[in-house]
Every structure is written in structure tokens, then in C-alpha cells.
């Protein structure tokens, strides 16, 4: 059993705290905001139990009740870390918070004679060597980027350092697949990592085809829902080109100089900002008003648990 620290209580947090207790593992939620902590538990359990009323609790031996037992808040960070074998870091996506957090984790762990536990960090693109370069905890530092909301999306990227020890990576990529994850592990440090960049690069795309006049924002998102999207549900881009063809190196023959030919007329790298950001918030307005964010962000996360639901009967 592991004792796992989730520093944050926000929504990636509680999700990261539903995830191990679900797994087993003994969870310590810490917040620098009192009331947020205090709020937590209640909010988890609300979670759990309409999960549970639904079919879609992750896989585990431990009915709801028990896997709340396995939560406890925390308000003194220092007392959390006493014992702690995993700390998950979850503070906003800024470099000097980050940097603060690490720094005031490396001194606390000094202070309680915690020299083993791993510390995982929820950066979406920041690298890891930026906030921990010169720390005493930066060879059993790591990121460790999931996707939100991570109860119900599987896939995490552990992103070392160059200055993090390899098993740190091994040891996290075998708890991560304990907990039901589907880990990937990046052989170098760079911007954005593996996800983001992909998804920028299709942003991207989008913001040419829509300022370019070629498509509005409603066909540009129906081109992805409708075409890529259904078949990236149940395998990636370099699979489905595999399928596409008789085999991938028969892909690469048939449609590798359209590709970069195609790929030549992309142009420079959009700024999304100005008149062209206005535009494409204007018709997202239309279809969906940013007072319903709240709501359509539920209907999301309703459907993913749903999917999550049928892949796991799909063995996927």
C-alpha cells in the first residue's frame, strides 16, 4: 500500500485522490486554501455515490464507503509527508508557483527524513527541470501530466527530467498501470511533451482552416467529431494509417508526397489572437454560450465515463 500526498484539492486533485483510494492506497489531501480542504471530502463523496448509482466506478475491490476511509485531509503539509511514498503536486500552471512548491517540498522533506518519496507534478507543458534544477528532490522528481478529468481519461505522460533517476520513471509507470492508467514515457524533456503538442498542431490546423474562410467553427468541429474522432476513440493516427493501406510502409508510399505536399501549404504558426479570435468566439457563442460551460462540461464528463465504461468491457 502506498501513502500518496495530493498537494491541491481541485478538480484534477480530487480526481487523483478517487484514483488511488480506489487502487487501495492511503490518500492525504493538503490545500493552502482551508475551506477548499475542508470541502473536499464531501465533494469526493458526492462524486463517488453518483458514480456508483451509475455503473461507472472504476474497477475495485472497495466499495464506496471504503474508499473514502482510505481519504483524509490534511491542513499541516509537513505532518502529510511524514511516511509519504508518493507526492502529487497540482498547483496552478505557473513556473514560480511551481518552482515555490518544490522548493518548500524539498525543505519539508528534509525536515521530516523523507529522502524516497517520488514527487509527481501535474504540469501540462511546463518542463519539470525548470522548477526543480539545483533541488535536492529533483532526481525523484518527475511530471506527471494526465488528462483531465483523469478518473475517467486514461492516458498520463511521465516526463523525467534529465536530472531525475530512470527508476523513479520505471517505479511510476508500474503504480500508474496499478491504478488502471495507461502511462506513456517521454525519452526527453520538451515543451508541451507529447499531448499538448499534437493537439496544438490540430488547433492550429483548425485556426487556419476557419481564418482562411475554408470551413466555420461548426463544420471545422464536425470535420473532427464525425471523421478522426471515431476512429481515434479506439486506435491513433499511426494505426489508423496502418489500416489505411497494406500496411504502414504502403501508407508512406502511397500518400507520404501528398502529405508533405499538403503539409507545405500550412503556412507559418497562427498567433490565436485579435480580430480571428473574436471571430471564432463569435460562432462558438451560437452553438455554445459560455454560460453553459458548466453544464456542457458535465455532459462531457458524463459521456466519458460512459466510454470509459464501454472500452473497459471492449478489454481496450
Request: proline residues 6%.
Amino acid at each position: 500500500m502506498e501513502t500518496v500526498v495530493i498537494v491541491g484539492s481541485g478538480l484534477v486533485g480530487k480526481s487523483w485522490a478517487m484514483l488511488w483510494a480506489s487502487a487501495g492506497h492511503q490518500v492525504r489531501l493538503y490545500d493552502v486554501v482551508p475551506e477548499a480542504l475542508a470541502s473536499a471530502p464531501g465533494q469526493i463523496k458526492e462524486i463517488l455515490t453518483l458514480l456508483e448509482a451509475k455503473g461507472q466506478l472504476r474497477p475495485s475491490k472497495l466499495n464506496v464507503q471504503e474508499q473514502l476511509e482510505l481519504i483524509s485531509v490534511h491542513p499541516d503539509l509537513k505532518e502529510a509527508l511524514r511516511g509519504a511514498t508518493y507526492i502529487q503536486e497540482n498547483t496552478p500552471e505557473a513556473l514560480e508557483m511551481k518552482r515555490n512548491t518544490f522548493q518548500l517540498l524539498d525543505a519539508l522533506l528534509k525536515e521530516v527524513g523523507n529522502t524516497t518519496a517520488i514527487i509527481g507534478s501535474s504540469t501540462s507543458t511546463i518542463q519539470g527541470s525548470l522548477f526543480t534544477n539545483g533541488l535536492s528532490v529533483e532526481e525523484r522528481s518527475i511530471v506527471v501530466h494526465p488528462v483531465n478529468p483523469p478518473y475517467f481519461v486514461n492516458l498520463v505522460e511521465l516526463i523525467p527530467t534529465p536530472g531525475t533517476k530512470p527508476e523513479v520513471g520505471i517505479r511510476l509507470r508500474g503504480l500508474m498501470e496499478s491504478l488502471g492508467m495507461k502511462p506513456v514515457i517521454l525519452n526527453k524533456e520538451l515543451p508541451g511533451f507529447a499531448l499538448n503538442r499534437i493537439q496544438y498542431a490540430i488547433l492550429n490546423e483548425c485556426w487556419r482552416l476557419v481564418n482562411d474562410g475554408v470551413l466555420s467553427v461548426a463544420d471545422v468541429d464536425t470535420v473532427m467529431k464525425e471523421g478522426l474522432a471515431p476512429r481515434y476513440v479506439f486506435m491513433g493516427p499511426l494505426e489508423t494509417a496502418q489500416l489505411n493501406a497494406h500496411g504502414f510502409v504502403d501508407y508512406c508510399q502511397r500518400y507520404g508526397q501528398g502529405i508533405n505536399s499538403v503539409s507545405q501549404t500550412m503556412q507559418e504558426i497562427p498567433l490565436m489572437s485579435g480580430e480571428s479570435c473574436a471571430e471564432i468566439d463569435r460562432q462558438l457563442q451560437t452553438i455554445l454560450p459560455d454560460g453553459q460551460l458548466p453544464q456542457r462540461r458535465a455532459w462531457r464528463d458524463e459521456n466519458l465515463a460512459r466510454l470509459a465504461s464501454f472500452k473497459r468491457e471492449l478489454g481496450l
